[in-house]
């Protein structure tokens, strides 16, 4: 059995960039690596939940959104709800009709004002 590695930090500072490439702008127009978003609280999520999490394989990344939807929605995080609906449309996870399937189902299991806001 092959020895695997594990990879560096800056690799995963590099990984986690390029995998939050993809929501890449909030609702104040503040972009990844804007000094608004400065500080270590942001470098270790992006090391880690994007560098780590996010590219792992085993799951699509329609299939992470999807989760990632979901719970944010549980949670009533709707900004978060709201970055990752626009994440999913701008790289062709989900079309709008998907999402709308999802606020269906969602209404379900966590309520009406959580799955339709």
């Not at 986690?16 to 270790?44: H, I, K, M, V």
């Not at 062709?92 to 999802?102: K, P, S």
């Amino acid at each position: 059995m092959a020895c695997r590695t594990r990879p560096r930090r800056s690799d995963w500072r590099r990984d986690g960039r390029t995998a939050s490439q993809r929501p890449r702008e909030d609702e104040r127009g503040l972009r990844l690596g804007d000094a608004g978003y400065a500080g270590e609280y942001f470098a270790l999520t992006v090391d880690h939940l994007f560098g780590r999490i996010w590219t792992r394989p085993g799951l699509s990344m329609r299939d992470k959104r999807l989760m990632t939807l979901s719970v944010v929605t549980a949670l009533g995080q709707q900004d978060l709800a709201e970055v990752q609906v626009n994440a999913a449309l701008q790289n062709g996870e989900l079309t709008e009709d998907e999402l709308r399937e999802v606020a269906i189902f969602l209404t379900h299991y966590v309520g009406s004002r959580s799955a339709r806001d």
